[in-house]
Structures are given as C-alpha cells and as structure tokens.
C-alpha cells in the first residue's frame, strides 16, 4: 500500500515534468475507474472514450495544480472526468429551466427485477433517458448529491432538478415493467 | 448527500461491476496525438512549458539586467566625453624621458637640449613652457597640456607661428649592443624640462 503510494506520487511528480511514459502509466492504471464513470454520462462506449481523452489532457495540462494535501488523486481525476461528462450531456441538450416540481414521487421500481438485470442492461436504460434527466439521474442517484447540489452542478433550479428525477424514475419504471412483463 | 432508496443502491452497486470496454490503447493514442500538439516534450518539437517565475524573483532579474545597462552606458559616456575633452585642448607633448638607468643611449644633438614645444612663441608671457635656461630644466614624462594664449589671439602684432613640433611618445627599444654616446660633461640633468610659470617674467 505504502508502496503503491509513492508510485503513485512519483508518477505524479513525473507527469508534472511532462514525462510521457509517465502519462501512459498513470492513464492505464487509472483507466477502468475514471472509464465506468465516463459511462454513466454517455450515451455509448464512443461517447464515453470522447469524455475521456478530453478529461485526461486536461488532467496532463493541469497535472502542475494538482495538491496532494488537499485531497487524493483519485478524487481530483472522478471530478475531471465527471465535469467533462456533464459538459458533454450539456452539449447535446440544453438543459430547460422551465418545468420545475416541488416534491418528488415515491418511486415505484422493482428492486427485483433490477437485481436480475445485468450492469450492460441498467446502464442502457440509463443512457435511454434525456440528457437533462440522465444527468440529474445520475448525480442524484448514482453519485449521490442532493438536489441543492445537483442544482449547483448544472446550473438550474432545485425544483428543475427534483423535475428531471421524477421523470428519470418515471421512465426507467416503464421500462422495468416491460421487461417484466415481457 | 441525499438518502438513496434500495432500487438506488442496487443500480449503483451494478454501475460499479461494470467492465470498461478496451479501448485504452485507441484512447491513449488520441490523448497522446492531442497532448503532442498542447504539451510537446523534448523528444518531440519542444521543450515543455517553464513553470511560471515567481512575481519577487522576476523582478530580481530585471533590476540587475537595468542595473548592468546602466552601468555600461554610464561608462561608455564617461569615457566618450573625456576623449572629447583631450581632443578639444590643446596638447603638446614632450619626450618620455628615459630614466638614467633604464636607457644608457643619449640624444645629445645640440639641438635638442631645448626640445621645448611651444605654442605660442609671440605670447611667451603666458607660455607654460619655457626654453629659457635649459640647465633648469627637469624632466616631464608624457604629454603636457598648455593652455591656449587668449592675448596672443587678440594681437594685433602680426604673428609668425610656428608648427607644434611633433614627437614620437613611444620610445624606442633601448638597444643594448650600442654604446653610449654623447658628449663629456654633459649630464642627464641637461635634458630635464622644467614647466615653469612665467618663466619669462623677471
């Protein structure tokens, strides 16, 4: 573990140096977790390596800004690869600010039906959803911010953002009951 | 943080044991390409970008690089306006005077026991060199400066002016096969020129 750590630092002190090698080090190690999470703000794997080679050349040319006093790397490369994900949700759709909702319906999805599904599965309901949606789903009940902060994160109101839940919960109901039924 | 129903966790739980597609060699050959353009490395075209100087040290820098300019233009004006100054004045120059036991060799021309430059001859009372008694005469080593005449100028007595004699200041190498030549009696004292003031005046 110890171990692991000063690689990691040494690697980072590299990459600061603008050391290539290093950057591919790094990138590899860090490529199946900032991947899953460039998944879940696309619509498919095309999408999703989009978000990626953008988020780690911005990672690279910031790499000199990166503390590690002030938090793990890990951290700071999920809120890159995060914000680049809902950057590029934004860009497919701009995010409407008129339908607002005060409380959000209890939902009412199977949880057994979700179990028996495979991560490919639920993750193609997901990426089925408005980007709007898709991206208040995600951060709201992946991520797990609450609706201030989801708010805050794509520049609308509370209520848009309790809105664009309801109607993800909605949705994904829908499509958990036919394949249920079906 | 929000409380997350059980339908929640379970699709978070199935997010996390999804498996990235391999695609990580065609992503790192268009981060590599993009990174190739924005952040070139020294095997590439460029070196790459300096960490910016601090505010204090940039400073630093630039005070001394004013600092050595001002130095060296200073110095070349100095230098310039003195070289203006010796070529506005009037110089004439007297013979180094071999010291006794340095150089053995002796001019001993009569005519040159009063090799006295003048520059002025008709205004002599104000001359600062005079030829008068050559016994006096000490020795002057490199150039002597007179100060021009002013009366002479103004003078309406027409004047016979003569052209500064011009000598050599080098020496030339003491020549240590020759002997000495010269004339008995005559010693090194002879040669000595004395700038008197007013040596013309009683």
Redesign the interface.
């Known amino acids: 573990m110890i171990a692991e750590a000063l690689d990691i630092d040494q690697l980072v002190e590299d990459c600061k ?4 090698r290093a ?2 080090q790094l ?2 190690q860090f ?2 977790y900032a ?2 999470i460039a ?2 703000y696309s619509r498919d ?1 095309a999408d ?2 989009d978000i ?2 953008h988020a ?2 911005k990672i ?2 910031s790499m ?1 800004t990166f503390d590690k006093t002030k938090g793990a790397l890990q951290t700071w490369i999920k809120r890159i690869v995060m914000n680049e994900g809902l950057d590029h949700l934004k860009a497919r759709e701009r995010f409407s600010k008129d339908m607002e909702l005060e409380t959000v319906e ?2 009412q ?3 057994t039906v ?2 028996r ?4 599965e ?2 193609k309901l ?1 990426h089925q959803l408005p980007p709007a949606t898709h991206a208040v789903f995600v951060l ?3 991520e ?4 201030r902060e989801v708010a805050e994160k794509l520049n609308i109101s509370e209520g848009t953002s309790k809105w664009h839940l309801s109607e993800a919960r909605k949705t994904l109901q829908q499509q958990l009951s036919r394949i249920h039924n079906g | 943080m929000n409380q997350k129903t059980t339908y929640e966790l379970t699709i978070t739980e199935k997010l996390e044991q999804l498996t990235a597609p391999d695609k990580v060699d065609a992503i790192w050959a268009r981060i590599e390409a993009q990174l190739d353009i924005d952040l070139p490395t020294d095997d590439g075209t460029a070196d790459p970008p300096a960490p910016p100087t601090s505010g204090l040290r940039k400073w630093i820098n630039r005070g001394f690089i004013i600092a050595a300019v001002a130095i060296v233009l200073t110095y070349f004006f100095n230098n310039r306006k003195q070289r203006a100054i010796s070529n506005n004045q009037p110089t004439i120059t007297a013979p180094a005077t071999p010291m006794p036991n340095e150089n053995p060799v002796r001019n001993n021309s009569p005519g040159n026991r009063n090799t006295v430059t003048q520059e002025n001859k008709q205004g002599g009372e104000n001359a600062t060199i005079s030829n008068a008694d050559s016994d006096t005469v000490t020795p002057v080593k490199g150039p002597v400066q007179l100060q021009s005449d002013s009366n002479a100028v103004n003078s309406n007595v027409p004047q016979v002016l003569y052209p500064p004699l011009v000598i050599p200041q080098k020496n030339p190498p003491p020549d240590s096969t020759k002997k000495g030549r010269g004339v008995k009696g005559i010693t090194d004292s002879d040669y000595k020129i004395v700038p008197k003031k007013d040596s013309t005046k009683p």
Not at chain 1, 144 to 147: I, S, T
């Open positions: 140096r603008n050391n290539r950057q591919e990138f590899r490529y199946n991947m899953t998944l879940r794997e999703a390596a990626m080679s780690f050349v690279f040319k000199h209890e939902p999805i199977s949880n979700l179990e599904m495979g991560a490919d639920i993750m997901i709201y009940a992946v797990g911010y609450n609706h």
